[in-house]
């Protein structure tokens, strides 16, 4: 697990480049390297190279990896390179002998020291089977089945330098196969290999979307670079954008609509950044990145397609040994390991196997719970039932909450105004599970992948009845309380009435955002983004591909990495997603119960109270904290929608807020704390106000990276 970036440039062929420090100046990744450093304490590296393509254009390429070291820690350094690069790239590529230069000698950097030539430099090395040329890699990931890739690919020649690491895997994977390589991985991984052979830089992000990464194209510069953060990449862009502005952009913060109201309907689970000039690479995509002195030339190529639903009759899965294989993979670790337990059935499932695993080699897994702040939504007691019952090693460890410190922290770490109120208590789990291990399995995907929510439940009601609950007028059921029956009910007819099924999912629905932003128009394009599938046909999938890469897991890489925690998924294994993408609804949910299938097999090895618990989700009580100010969130609040100008810059991208309808919403939350009679009296506003603070610290946070540096 590690943090990733770099920036690649071209010249055109007659331009006189100048000295490569200069065509990337160390500033530039002086700012990457910071806003990654979080992510791996255990070590750093730079590498550098300038090529020539046989048309005559120059490449600049530098990569930037700070390291948390989990597996081989003598030899898993990076970037790691292996090949030559001692040929004319036309030579290396099969060319006829050309006038073209040698290319300048790759340079490596370790833990700040000055840059060596690759030739002696101990972390570099050479495979006969690999042939000429070099390739380098930026790894932020596990690769689960490394250790079956590295015998495939010694039995067809290759000669690995490292003991075990998984990211040398990569490289002799890439001169191998290819782009086909991401086609043989399982595991979780953002990468960015670049290939001196064709002066290519590739990135690729795994499966499901576990690790992200994130592209930046500059124009004006015929530049490209990318992260782990988005946060650096906005810095980056900044200091260039100062340095040779873009002649037909505009120079304000945001992407174009309708980016920035997508994102500020949804709380950031959507696909497109609200970011000028910022792309993240979809789950299973890879992406080939050039830099072009007019239109930037990406194209996103999948390496993987979701399996149909099988309708037929369906052969008996062994459920039990595809969990148990995947969990096995995932045990692997050179540092301490454990495991997220909460009172739910997805973890709890996890650590049986987990332990089951372990024990068969004499040991016991380590479990974690945390004692959150508010009783109305600690499953520690739970989790300890479960641990006792599968007989690990159990902590309850304290919640060291901070809620408003930590949230502006987490916002202007990640750079985006992420509207997930859930990522506080992700964060304080990691940073008490970070204190005694530093790898951590969780239950991520379960409900995705089995159909936990109550949303895959209601689906078929819905597409059923979606006539008739279009007839329910706005606001007709109390709101005062979120989880009443009647709240749920009330989002149910929202979502029938604008035919808009992710609706469900929504902070704003379709009459609070055109009241906040006093505007429809565009947001009837954003409608349009949605609405290519409805989603109620097949919900499970369709959570699976949006909600789970863009909020879940985007939250849980912003908290783990936080405190440098690896987070590790099994549920989100590959034979795992593919088996249950492609099983019939009925099957995964009988009779409609959320996750059925995931619940029967549980009674196996869980107590039956664990099994039958009503999911609570992991969450915090947002609401009542903006009333009370606890942890100085009312504070924050007022602090940042009560001030001059709460969000800078925002109508710079079209984007007007209604301060009216803010203050109205903030009277209302109020008056939903309070006791009456009228079940009417007040609304609650807990994730809209919520959504609107972070997208005010994230404004603001904007407007500090334009002022001049003192």
Known sequence: MCGIAGILRTWQPGEAPPDPRDAIPEAWLDILDDSIKHRGPDGQGRFRQRTTRPDGTTIDVALVHRRLSIID????????????????????????????????????SREGHPYQPLPTHTDHHTCPKCGPGLTAVAFNGCIYNHRELRRELEAAGHVFHTDHSDTEVLLHGWREWGQGMFAHLDGMFA??????????????????????????????????????????????????DRESPLPVRNHGPYEADPEVRGWLRTGGATRFLPLMALRDVPPASFRRVHAALTTPNEHDAVW??????????????????????????????????????SGGVDSGLVAAFAQA??????????????????PQYDESEAASQTARHLGTSHMTLECEAEPASDLVGLIEQL???????????????????????????????????????????????????RWLLAQIPPHAFPSTDPKARSAKLGRLAEAARSRHFHGLREIFDQRDFERLTRASLVDNRVREFWD???????????????????????????????????????????????????????????????????RTLARRYLPPDIVDRPKMGFAIPIGEWFRTDYGGMRQLLYDHLESTDPFPGLADAGVEINMDFVRRMLREHDAAGERSINPWHGRDHSQRLYMLVVLSIWCKWLTTLTEPRA
């Open 73 to 108: 820690h003598a030899d898993g350094h990076q970037p790691m390179v292996i090949g030559n690069a001692a040929e004319p790239l036309a030579q290396a590529r099969g060319h006829a002998e050309t006038s073209l230069p040698h290319p300048t000698p790759p340079l490596l």
């Open 415 to 465: 750079g985006l105004p992420f509207g997930d109120s859930s990522l506080l208590p992700t964060a304080w789990v990691s940073r008490a599970t970070r204190q005694q291990v530093r790898v951590a399995l969780a239950g991520d995907g379960g409900d995705e992948l089995f159909g936990g929510y109550q949303r895959h439940a209601i689906a078929p009601f819905y597409q059923r009845w």
């Open 532 to 598: 290519w599938r409805s989603g109620a046909e097949d919900p499970l999938r369709d959570d699976f591909g949006t909600y789970l890469p863009w909020d879940l897991l985007r939250k849980s890489d912003t908290a783990s990495m936080s405190v440098a925690l690896e987070v590790r998924s099994p549920l989100l294994s590959r034979t795992v997603i593919e088996q249950a993408l492609s099983t019939p609804i009925p099957t995964l949910m009988p009779n409609g119960q959320r996750k059925g299938l995931l």
């Open 357 to 374: 695993g372990l024990s068969a080699h004499g040991e016991t897994l380590r479990t974690f719970s945390v004692r959150m702040p508010d």
């Open 304 to 341: 993987w397609e979701p399996p149909e639903r099988d309708t037929g009759n369906l052969v008996s899965v062994d459920w039990p040994g595809l969990l148990a294989a995947a969990i096995s993979e995932r045990l692997e670790a050179d540092v301490p390991l454990g495991c997220f337990l």
């Open 191 to 240: 990468a960015a290999i670049f290939d001196s052979s064709d002066a290519s830089l590739t990135l690729a992000r795994d499966l499901a979307g576990e690790k992200s990464i994130t592209s930046l194209l500059h124009g004006g510069l015929s530049l490209g670079a990318f992260g782990s953060s988005v946060a650096g990449l906005t810095r980056l862009f900044r200091l260039l």
